[in-house]
């Protein structure tokens, strides 16, 4: 089974029930393709001739994916950046090549690039000889891996210098910069104070620790709580859903076009 939504956090809640999934889809992956391009225009060499190793969680994504070159400090993680073979990270500053600008549209349009990588993920589960690619939430781990995909399944892939016990710390430690303390061993998962904080300061929900049997009526009581903010602020959900939804868009872009 693969997982779309926030899988570096929630396969490792489901991992902690027994549920764990095989892995998640795009975040992690979504990054790789941007520290590649980069790298291979720094040394002017074929994209080809570059492979890259990164453990990360999605909390790095929107550092990455900034439209503005970002100071502060970067989630834990681990980045190898080989050309033919040859160990070139230092060569190419790969923290620079994280940090670097690199703005792509968010919203709906993001979902082409994650479907981009479930889709190579996909394919690499139908094949008979193992693929190296990187996902998110493997067998339950928390945060983003290289993997090796086959018809036998995905399994973390051995990192040289990098232990997997090494690689999970990364990731847990990198659950603070999701707003997350920590999930404990029986999938709770518990907010960092700032975050409960803002959720009962901005919408009134008071709720620091998630217990997975309660992720159903916290979740229904989340979009209540988020629909009352909406309205105090003038915004009708309802109406921003259908203008975003296919239909509305197309009629949109027939408004302007005979406008």
């Known amino acids: 089974m693969l997982t779309a939504p926030f899988p570096d956090v929630v396969n490792a809640v489901l991992g ?13 992956d979504e990054i790789v393709p941007k520290i590649r391009i980069l790298a291979a225009a720094r040394l002017d060499a074929p994209m080809a001739s570059i492979d890259v190793t990164l453990v990360a969680h999605h909390a790095l994504e929107r550092v990455v994916f ?12 681990f980045l190898r950046v ?27 349009v993001m979902h082409f690039l994650t479907a981009g990588s479930t889709v190579r993920l996909v394919r690499a589960l139908g094949s008979e000889t193992p693929v190296r690619l990187h996902a998110p939430g ?53 907010l960092s104070g700032v975050t409960s904080g803002v959720l009962r300061e901005v919408l009134g929900y008071d709720g620091a620790r998630l217990a997975p049997a309660e992720a159903g009526a916290r979740g229904r009581e989340l979009v209540a709580r988020f629909r009352e ?29 005979h406008g």
């Open 16 to 28: 902690r029930v027994g549920l764990a999934p095989t892995c998640g889809v795009g975040n992690l």
């Open 66 to 77: 900034g439209g503005e070159r970002f100071a502060g400090e970067l989630p834990p993680h």
């Open 82 to 108: 080989s050309r033919d073979g040859r160990d070139v990270t230092r060569e190419v500053d790969g923290e620079a090549l994280l940090r670097a600008p690199f703005p792509i549209a968010w919203g709906p």
């Open 138 to 190: 493997p067998a339950g781990l928390p945060g983003g891996y290289p993997i090796l995909a086959s018809r036998a399944g995905v399994a973390p892939d051995a990192i040289d210098g990098l232990s997997l016990e090494d690689a999970v710390a990364l990731n847990e430690a990198s659950h603070r910069f999701d707003g997350i303390e920590r999930i404990e061993a029986d999938g709770t998962v518990v």
């Open 229 to 257: 903010y909406a309205a105090r602020h003038g915004v009708d959900l309802d109406r921003a859903r259908r203008a975003c939804s296919p239909e509305g868009v197309r009629s949109s872009r027939g408004s302007r076009k």
